[in-house]
């Protein structure tokens, strides 16, 4: 048997290393490397707090409306032209496909103009989205892309299709990250959902937040394609995206899990003995899909400050039932069938759909009630995975499941991974 301590210092030390590990990038890079982060990283890291927080205090896009305005698009730019959301059309989204294959760029005038549109959109949207599915209809369910353009691509042309009203799709997070065209990936969701924004739907992943971007390389690819102030405006966008969407009221989908313990312990001995920790982390309480909707979304995900969030973009399905400790980072926990199967009943859901892991066919049932999708084949240019995508189609008044897969594409000779700190293509 193993010596439980006390529950009051659990919570305080807890609360530490959350905070600890949580804080912001420096820390996760902190936690990552043996080294100590130097005090340039921690400043840094305050720096792009302090402008967060300001950002926030203004209203959010507003300056970025006008900064963009007084910029100009170079004058031998030959791509599709941006003059608000209803200049975006099928030629429009069509040409920006093309020119990204080509290794074109859009100019940083329409970047900002396009993001800060799409900020406006989200700012009108929910915690958790409803979207219907009417008998005969379909929805699309997209998982990781991490920057995989030519994959992306190919997946649209190929694949789902682009998103029309008659073919809605929902991108189920992980936009951006390792993969080096995060920047063409993102842009062309953006021009997407501003051309059909109730047909286009998305759900924040781990890695739209500042965290993950400043480790894996988004925020140096941004640096390096355009400029670093950019990437205030996109972490402010990252953080209005909804957490979750319910398809038709019968399935639950958000980007990793569902709610966690309810006493948030994390103790020592949690990953010696994980089978131990199913009998300490517990939830009598099922969370509603009324109080996800009422959620803060807009933050930083922090385990002390918003449990729920961290639940949502990290959490794991494991086979064992039971709640359990990530081997992710600390204060991020696992869940068992039985953990499911409750919240499923208690929200009168069929079943759910996430993404966050890979899996080798590009989908898998991962335990009974929960459907795992991924649509980045062979990850990070060695994992060797299909991907899928989710097809889900109203036959008879139910949602039924069909996965498509798909193989990877080859591109130009790029590493995965370019982008992150120290790498070959990151800032000096």
């Given at each position: 048997?193993?010596?439980?301590?006390?529950?009051?210092?659990?919570?305080?030390?807890?609360?530490?290393?959350?905070?600890?590990?949580?804080?912001?990038?420096?820390?996760?890079r902190?936690?990552?490397?043996?080294?100590?982060?130097?005090?340039?990283?921690?400043?840094?890291?305050?720096?792009?707090?302090?402008?967060?927080v300001?950002?926030?205090?203004?209203?959010?896009?507003?300056?970025?409306?006008?900064?963009?305005?007084?910029?100009q698009?170079?004058?031998?730019?030959t791509?599709?032209?941006?003059?608000?959301?209803?200049?975006?059309?099928?030629?429009?989204?069509?040409?920006?496909?093309?020119m990204?294959?080509?290794?074109?760029?859009?100019?940083?005038?329409?970047?900002?103009?396009?993001?800060t549109?799409?900020?406006?959109?989200?700012?009108?949207?929910?915690t958790?989205?409803?979207?219907?599915?009417?008998?005969?209809?379909?929805?699309?369910?997209?998982?990781?892309?991490?920057?995989q353009y030519?994959?992306?691509?190919?997946?649209?042309?190929?694949?789902?299709?682009?998103?029309?009203?008659?073919?809605?799709?929902?991108?189920?997070?992980?936009?951006?990250?390792?993969?080096?065209w995060?920047?063409?990936?993102?842009?062309c969701?953006f021009?997407?959902k501003?051309?059909?924004?109730?047909?286009?739907h998305?759900?924040?992943?781990?890695h739209?937040?500042?965290?993950t971007?400043y480790?894996?390389?988004?925020?140096?690819?941004?640096?390096?394609?355009?400029e670093?102030?950019?990437?205030?405006?996109?972490?402010?966008?990252?953080?209005?995206?909804?957490?979750?969407?319910?398809?038709?009221?019968?399935?639950?989908?958000?980007?990793?899990?569902?709610?966690?313990?309810?006493?948030?312990?994390?103790?020592?001995?949690?990953?010696?003995?994980?089978?131990?920790?199913?009998?300490v982390?517990?939830?009598?309480t099922?969370?509603?899909?009324?109080?996800?909707?009422k959620?803060?979304?807009?933050?930083?995900?922090?385990?002390?400050?918003?449990p729920?969030?961290?639940?949502?973009?990290?959490?794991d399905?494991?086979?064992?039932?039971?709640?359990?400790?990530?081997?992710r980072?600390?204060?991020?926990?696992?869940?068992?069938?039985?953990?499911?199967k409750?919240?499923?009943?208690?929200?009168?859901?069929?079943?759910?759909?996430?993404?966050?892991?890979?899996?080798?066919?590009?989908?898998?049932?991962?335990?009974?009630?929960?459907?795992?999708?991924?649509?980045?084949?062979?990850?990070?240019?060695?994992?060797?995975?299909?991907?899928?995508?989710?097809?889900?189609?109203?036959?008879?008044?139910?949602l039924?499941?069909?996965?498509?897969?798909?193989?990877?594409?080859?591109?130009?000779?790029?590493?995965?991974?370019?982008?992150?700190p120290?790498?070959?293509?990151?800032?000096?």
């Open positions: 048997m193993v010596q439980r301590p006390t529950r009051a210092p659990t919570l305080a030390g807890a609360a530490v290393l959350g905070l600890a590990a949580w804080a912001g990038s420096s820390a996760l902190a936690f990552v490397s043996p080294a100590p982060p130097a005090a340039s990283s921690l400043v840094a890291a305050g720096q792009r707090a302090l402008g967060r300001a950002l926030q205090a203004r209203g959010g896009a507003e300056d970025f409306k006008a900064y963009a305005a007084g910029l698009a170079p004058g031998d730019y791509g599709p032209k941006y003059a608000g959301p209803g200049s975006v059309d099928d030629a429009f989204v069509k040409s920006l496909l093309a990204y294959k080509e290794q074109g760029k859009l100019p940083m005038k329409y970047v900002y103009e396009m993001t549109d799409i900020l406006d959109l989200l700012k009108k949207e929910k958790l989205q409803r979207i219907a599915v009417p008998e005969g209809s379909k929805i699309t369910v997209v998982g990781d892309l991490h920057g030519f994959d992306f691509v190919h997946m649209l042309e190929e694949i789902s299709g682009l998103p029309s009203p008659s073919n809605p799709i929902l991108f189920n997070g992980d936009f951006v990250d390792r993969g080096v995060s920047c063409e990936v993102l842009m969701l021009a997407m501003l051309q059909h924004p109730s047909a286009v998305f759900n924040r992943g781990n739209e937040s500042e965290m971007n480790q894996y390389g988004f925020a140096n690819e941004v640096e390096v394609k355009y670093k102030k950019l990437m205030d405006l996109m972490s402010e966008t990252f953080r209005y995206l909804p957490l979750a969407h319910v398809l038709e009221g019968q399935v639950f989908v958000t980007h990793a899990g569902i709610p966690g313990p309810e006493e948030r312990l994390w103790l020592d001995w949690f990953s010696k003995a994980p089978d131990e920790a199913a009998g982390l517990i939830r009598k099922q969370v509603t899909l009324e109080e996800i909707e959620v803060d979304r807009v933050v930083e995900p922090n385990p002390v400050e918003n729920l969030v961290i639940d949502f973009l990290w959490g399905p494991k086979g064992a039932n039971g709640y359990g400790p990530s081997t980072v600390p204060m991020v926990y696992t869940f068992g069938p039985d953990i499911v409750n919240f499923l009943e208690a929200n009168n859901l069929k079943y759910m759909l996430r993404s966050h892991e890979t899996k080798s066919s590009g989908h898998q049932e991962t335990v009974p009630g929960l459907h795992t999708v991924f649509s980045a084949p062979n990850y990070i240019d060695r994992a060797g995975n299909m991907a899928a995508v989710a097809v889900l189609t109203n036959k008879g008044g139910s039924t499941p069909e996965f498509k897969q798909f193989k990877h594409q080859p591109h130009p000779d790029i590493p995965s991974g370019a982008y992150m120290g790498k070959s293509l990151a800032p000096a």
